[in-house]
């Protein structure tokens, strides 16, 4: 699949885009990256993306012109997501979603907003990371390309390993892990874990994920129990 990443900073992918999963899913052929600048979709001496709000006001707006050049130079054939606050979360099942795509397109705002045009004629929807506010869209773009390309496949080595991940499978948070040693400043790993019994250590593992779903994610459990998938007392 191809990703395009339309940004003031292109250098800000510079770095994570070339190492872990994302490097090497780019290195085997899996995923294209194209990080394109937004000053270059500009036509004056000073490469001007932004200027002041209509109906006055604190702070900058991106122009609108640089973000349709530069979506139209790309000719994208896929999702064009406008990455906002105001937009839906993020989740798993987007990530499953745009893993499928051919193409993947980010726009990454910056400064006090984006001129709504953005959002109402060039984007195709608007996805935010969580209710907080970045400083761009930079990271959110960044976060939402390391998990569509990590479900790409043969992207991670031992697929069963991203199986086994939170939200991969249901709506149950995965079980905690633990490595040696044993015994860590008097810090013990749960002793069924070294029994050997895979069953018990299933049962182990299954109730864990159980508890910490009930006990942080009341909203994750909530969907568990509507699916039928865990026991309905709490
Ligand atoms: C300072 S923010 C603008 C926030 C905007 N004034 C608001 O309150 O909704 C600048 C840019 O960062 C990005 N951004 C900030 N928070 C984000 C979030 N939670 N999810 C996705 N993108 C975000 C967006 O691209 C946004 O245009």
Sequence with gaps: ????????????????????????????????????DLRDHTHDRHRTVDDVPY???????????????AVEALEPRGPVVLLSPRGRVFTHRDAVRFAVQPEL???????????????DHLATEEISLGDFVLSGGEVAA?????????????????????????????PLLSPPSWTRPADYRGHTVP??????????????????????TRERRGDLWARARERGLVDGSD
């Design 142 to 170: 960044l976060a939402i390309t390391d998990a569509v390309v990590r479900l790409l496949p043969g992207a991670i080595g031992d697929h069963q390993s991203a199986a086994s991940d939170s939200f991969y499978e249901g």
């Design 105 to 119: 397109t980010l726009l990454c705002g910056h400064y006090k907003d984006v001129d709504q045009r953005v959002a």
């Design 191 to 212: 002793q069924v874990l070294r029994s050997g019994d895979h069953a018990r250590i299933e049962a182990f593992r299954r109730e864990l994920s159980e508890r910490l």
């Design 55 to 69: 109906g006055g006001g604190a702070g900058m707006v991106m122009k609108p012109e640089p973000f349709f050049e």
């Design 1 to 36: 699949m191809r990703i395009n990443l339309v940004t003031i900073f292109p250098e800000f992918f510079q770095a994570p885009l070339a190492i872990s999963i994302p490097g090497r899913a780019a290195e085997s052929g899996l995923v294209e990256y194209r990080v394109v």
